[in-house]
């Protein structure tokens, strides 16, 4: 079963009333998306990482990053077919799309 983003109504009980539930769920679907990716990073020596779910992630995180440059070049670098290269430019991506994302907080 994939995750699913912005599934504020499933989250909706496990805060109290009063706290700004779309805040913490945005910050959930945020850090698991960066999971994901970070795990695409791990995995893509061994694995074709080209999945659902790192597509997923990458179309939610759209969201909060103003621009798509590093989202995109992530995607472009799935499917480098030299798997040490593959590996050396998601890193990279990966680190671009954090820094794209602090600038947000």
């Known amino acids: 079963m994939s995750y699913k983003y912005r599934d504020y109504q499933a989250m909706r009980m496990q805060y109290q009333f009063g706290t700004d539930l779309h805040y913490y ?10 999971e994901v990716l970070k795990e ?19 179309e939610y995180l759209k969201g909060p990053c103003q621009r798509y440059g590093a989202l995109l ?6 499917s480098i077919e030299h798997p040490m290269r593959r590996e050396t430019a998601l890193k990279a991506r990966l680190s671009e799309i954090k820094i794209e994302l602090r600038r947000r907080l």
Do not use: I, K
């Open 40 to 58: 695409a990073v791990e995995r893509t020596v061994d694995e074709d990482m080209r999945t659902d779910d790192v597509f997923a992630a990458l």
């Open 25 to 34: 769920v945005d910050l959930q679907d945020r850090d698991h998306a960066l």
């Open 73 to 78: 070049a992530f995607r472009d670098a799935l």
